[in-house]
């Protein structure tokens, strides 16, 4: 499919989607990953049932890990339990 790309902002948009294919396509190909789920931080909010400040707040203090693609920030749901997890010793509130 081709697609007229007029916008910085649609060629990073662009740029983000391929890499976040190509991410999940290497991890899904890798045997000894589990599967991987990419979500966006309105996602992770509802999941963990937290505020967007404390997600903030959370990121800057790197107690959970995140991807950025451009300005653009993704979470492997499954690397955030764990790190979760990890952090409050083995149980997550």
């Avoid at 966006?40 to 999941?47: A, N, S, V, W, Y």
Wanted: proline share 3%.
């Amino acid at each position: 499919m081709l697609q007229l790309i007029t916008t910085q902002e649609e060629l990073q948009s662009t740029i983000n989607d391929a890499i976040l294919q190509a991410y999940k396509k290497l991890s899904l190909t890798n045997p000894q990953q589990d599967e991987v789920e990419i979500i966006d931080g309105k996602e992770l909010i509802k999941r963990l049932n937290i505020s967007e400040p404390t997600l903030i707040r959370w990121r800057k203090k790197s107690k959970i890990p995140f991807l950025q693609l451009g300005t653009s920030l993704r979470y492997d749901w499954r690397k955030v339990l764990n790190s979760l997890e990890h952090k409050n010793g083995g149980s997550r509130k």
